[in-house]
């Protein structure tokens, strides 16, 4: 079993950046692919970036490349989101997830409770 409390989003003028937390509890989190998605209004739910277990292997949304980094810390039991150069279609509910592989997206099984992010314009 793993909680994930996400933290980070708030309110942030096109340009800027922020940069997301998700803390974990459980044992096996370290055990775990992590991933971040997002979800906008009247739409659906989308992959961001991902990460596996060890955090050597990263993996990236197209509107997202270049831009955002994905890491984590498993002695904190935490994994990052840096936003960079953000923009307004990046306004959305950020959710981070814990899975069985990176790309495997219907393998998260735990999510957190997300976080908001806006980009003003």
């Known amino acids: 079993q793993v909680q994930l409390v996400e933290s980070g989003g708030g309110l942030v003028q096109a340009g800027g950046s922020l940069r997301l937390s998700c803390a974990a509890s459980?044992?096996?989190?370290?055990?775990?692919?992590m991933g971040w998605f997002r979800q906008a209004p009247g739409k659906e739910r989308e992959f961001v970036a991902a990460?596996?277990?060890?955090?050597?292997?990263?993996y990236y949304a197209d509107s997202v490349k270049g831009r955002f980094t994905i890491s984590r810390d498993n002695a904190k039991n935490t994994v990052y989101l840096q936003m960079n150069s953000l923009k307004p279609e990046d306004t959305a509910v950020y959710y981070c997830?814990?899975?069985?592989?990176?790309?495997?997206?219907?393998?998260?099984?735990?999510w957190g409770q997300g976080t908001q992010v806006t980009v003003s314009s």
């Open positions: 990460i596996g277990w060890s955090g050597s292997s990263t």
């Open positions: 997830a814990a899975g069985g592989r990176p790309l495997s997206f219907d393998e998260y099984a735990y």
């Open positions: 459980g044992r096996t989190y370290s055990l775990y692919a």
